[in-house]
Nanobody, 124 residues
Framework: QVQVAESGGGLVQAGDSLRLSCLTS????????MGWFRQAPGKQREFVAA????????YYTDSVKGRFTISRDNAKKTMYLQMNSLKPEDTAVYYC?????????????????WGQGTQVTVSS
């Protein structure tokens, strides 16, 4: 069993930056690939970024490539999402998820553990 909890959301202006954190507890963090998803008002939850067990491989949805960076610190059992050049369309609840296994996935159904989400609001 793994518990995950997001933090770092907030209200920012377009062009600003935010860094989200996902702190985990429980079993060995390096046994899990990790991902970030988001859900905007009135829309389905969508994939944002994912990272493999070691941090050596990452994957992004096209709309955030070049602006967002996913990373992890296995010693701290923590994953991060650095978000730069934020846009109003990035406004959403951001969720952290853990996937049993070492390799990333962009598919929501493959993730086993989810956090409660953290709100990110970008004003124009």
């Amino acid at each position: 069993q793994v518990q995950v909890a997001e933090s770092g959301g907030g209200l920012v202006q377009a062009g600003d930056s935010l860094r989200l954190s996902c702190l985990t507890s429980g079993r060995t963090f390096s046994n899990y690939a990790m991902g970030w998803f988001r859900q905007a008002p009135g829309k389905q939850r969508e994939f944002v970024a994912a990272i493999n067990w070691s941090g050596s491989s990452t994957y992004y949805t096209d709309s955030v490539k070049g602006r967002f960076t996913i990373s992890r610190d296995n010693a701290k059992k923590t994953m991060y999402l650095q978000m730069n050049s934020l846009k109003p369309e990035d406004t959403a609840v951001y969720y952290c998820a853990a996937k049993v296994g070492k390799y990333w996935s962009g598919t929501e159904a493959t993730y086993d553990y989810w956090g409660q989400g953290t709100q990110v609001t970008v004003s124009s």
